[in-house]
């Protein structure tokens, strides 16, 4: 445990590193670069340039730092981090590398106001949450009851089958070029693509959720291509590549499943899959699941797209909803097409609400959800709104460790 004086030293000085967070962040993440260009292999540079990750991180500090006694009520996000860091393959020795480059930049930022005592405490708080994270770490690095350890670092995987499920998400059947065995994995789980373009300086990371069951025999994901949104902003560097160059017979070096977001497998309980455009894809993987493992469950499958030209598995769900008694699937468009209208593809037009969810699913469900950040934050408002509790409540962000509470 930390010593009370530093303790007393870090809540003091909170506000004042709260205020200028951003700052810190932003200019830590410079220095480390400079000092480590090796880094921006791993860190995602585009949120750099948009200023996600000195947002995420900063917001991660002030959470750590704010509870350093006890530390039980951070331990999910903490959770969800070491698996992140598990699927980045992030080691030990990488901890001091940032620890001296995030003191360097309070110090910096802070200017004389950041005497050696407080410094000193700062360098002592980071020690016990790079520890706590360390420490997590290292047990998701090896096989136990839940997950195996699956294998370490990259490994080669051949592009199997390229399938195109709408019109801007593409599915990837992914087998190992070493023609071993694949391990198996929790349904909601993802894996890390690194991307290595011929004339980049860096690779790029990307996490993509495991679309498909266990069991399979390969690892299925689905992208969506990011388009450029206009001549200012750049497309999505991996979707775009992954959707216009990766072709069937290509290798794409990925890493071994993680993740905390995943299916209980061991509940009885109804299971509400709820999920918009390309978050569908760790929900697809818990209803293929449930459905080979012929779950007695009941389970609701919301989607929610902007319309049924971007609807990717449509037919694969309304099959399933059709055969299996204890699988109903409702579909919501922001806007609907003639075509969706006239086929009534869809049992509601506009976004989900918390009406909608009171009329049509179980109170006594298992949440699990995923999406666009203000679906997110709609979907988890109106979950807390009915009463739902927390531990039913499980979701996946797609962006860096966002914040869907707030709003
Ligand atoms: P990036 O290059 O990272 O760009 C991201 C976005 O920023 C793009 O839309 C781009 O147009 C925009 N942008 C670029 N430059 C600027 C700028 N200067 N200003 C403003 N905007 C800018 N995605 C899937 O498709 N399927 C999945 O199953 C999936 N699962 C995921 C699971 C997890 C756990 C996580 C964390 C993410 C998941 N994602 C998934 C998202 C995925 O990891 C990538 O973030 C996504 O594919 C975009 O990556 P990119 O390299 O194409 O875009």
Redesign the pocket.
């Known amino acids: 445990p930390i010593d009370a004086k530093k303790l007393d030293i870090i809540n003091a000085t909170l506000p004042v590193v709260a205020e200028h967070a951003e700052a810190i962040t932003t200019h830590f993440y410079q220095r480390m670069f400079a000092n480590h260009p090796e880094l921006k292999n791993i860190f995602?540079?585009?949120?750099q340039?948009?200023g996600r990750q000195p947002r995420a991180l900063a917001a991660a500090v002030y959470a750590a730092a704010a509870h350093l006694e006890d530390m039980t009520t951070i331990l999910p996000a903490l959770e969800r981090i070491a698996q992140?860091h598990r699927?980045l393959q992030i080691k030990p020795d990488q901890y001091p590398i940032v620890g001296e480059n995030l003191l360097g930049a309070i110090q910096e930022v802070l200017g004389n106001a950041a005497t050696d005592e407080i410094i000193d405490a700062w360098a002592e708080a980071y020690g016990v949450i790079a520890d706590a994270l360390i420490r997590m770490e290292e047990t998701l690095y090896r096989d136990t009851e839940l997950q195996p350890a699956g294998w370490n670092g990259f490994r080669n995987f051949v592009v199997d089958r390229k399938v195109k499920e709408s019109d801007v998400?593409t599915s990837f059947y992914l087998k190992p070029e070493d023609q071993g065995s694949i391990p198996d994995f929790l349904p909601g789980q993802?894996i890390t693509v690194k991307?290595d373009v011929e004339g980049q300086p860096y690779t790029?990371l990307?996490?993509?959720?495991?679309?498909d069951r266990p069991g399979t025999g390969y690892y299925r994901?689905?992208?969506?291509?990011?388009?450029?949104?206009n001549s200012?902003?750049?497309?999505?560097?991996?979707?775009?590549?992954?959707h216009s160059q990766l072709e069937e017979g290509d290798v794409l070096p990925i890493t071994a499943p993680a993740?905390d977001?995943y299916l209980d497998m061991a509940a009885d309980t109804p299971v509400a899959l709820i999920s918009g455009g390309?978050?569908l894809?760790?929900l697809i993987s818990m209803l293929n699941t449930l459905v080979a493992e012929q779950s007695k469950r009941e389970v609701s499958f919301v989607h929610a797209a902007l319309s049924g030209n971007v609807h990717a598995f449509k037919n694969h769900v309304q099959e399933i909803a059709k055969q299996a008694v204890n699988v109903r699937s409702f579909v919501i468009y922001e806007k609907p097409s003639a075509q969706d209208i006239q086929e009534q593809a869809f049992v509601k037009d506009g976004f989900i609400t918390l009406e909608w969810i009171k009329e049509n699913l179980p109170k006594d469900a298992d949440f699990y959800f995923?999406g666009p950040t203000p679906f997110m934050k709609a979907v988890n408002k109106a979950l807390k709104q009915w009463g739902i509790p927390a531990e039913k409540v499980h979701y996946?962000?797609?962006?860096?460790f966002g914040d869907i509470e707030s709003e």
């Open positions: 995602n540079q585009t949120h340039i948009t992140k699927s998400i993802y991307l790029h990307r996490q993509y959720s495991l679309s994901i689905s992208v969506k291509r990011e388009d450029a949104p200012d902003i750049p497309a999505g560097i991996v979707s775009s590549y992954l993740g977001f390309v978050g894809t760790p995923c996946e962000f797609f962006g860096s």
